[in-house]
């Protein structure tokens, strides 16, 4: 099992930057893929960007591709998800999610963080 906690989420201007963070527990932590998904109330929970075991693939939603960056550090078990250029519409919480690698990019991930809120004023 892999235990997730995200931070990082606050109150920001429209045009401003925020970085999310997700510590990730266990020895095997390059062995997982993992993901950034966001949730507005009373909409659904959609994808934002994805990364791969070492790092070497990544994929960032339409939405927010040029503006939001996902990277890792396995060496401190960590996943970023660098916002840049925030709009309102980002406004949602965002969660931290993964699964093991080999099971490929369309398979669902099974361990989520408890997410974090991130704002974004106009």
């Known amino acids: 099992q892999v235990q997730l906690v995200e931070s990082g989420g606050g109150l920001v201007q429209a045009g401003g930057s925020l970085r999310l963070s997700c510590a990730a527990s266990g020895r095997t932590f390059s062995r997982y893929a993992m993901g950034w998904f966001r949730q507005a109330p009373g909409k659904e929970r959609e994808f934002v960007a994805a990364?791969?075991?070492?790092?070497?693939?990544?994929n960032h939603a339409d939405s927010v591709k040029g503006r939001f960056t996902i990277s890792r550090d396995n060496a401190k078990n960590t996943v970023y998800l660098q916002m840049n250029s925030l709009k309102p519409d980002d406004t949602a919480v965002y969660y931290c999610a993964a699964k093991r690698d080999y099971l490929g990019h369309r398979a669902p991930y099974d361990y989520w963080g408890q997410g974090t809120q991130v704002t974004v004023s106009s």
């Open positions: 990364i791969s075991g070492i790092g070497g693939n990544t």
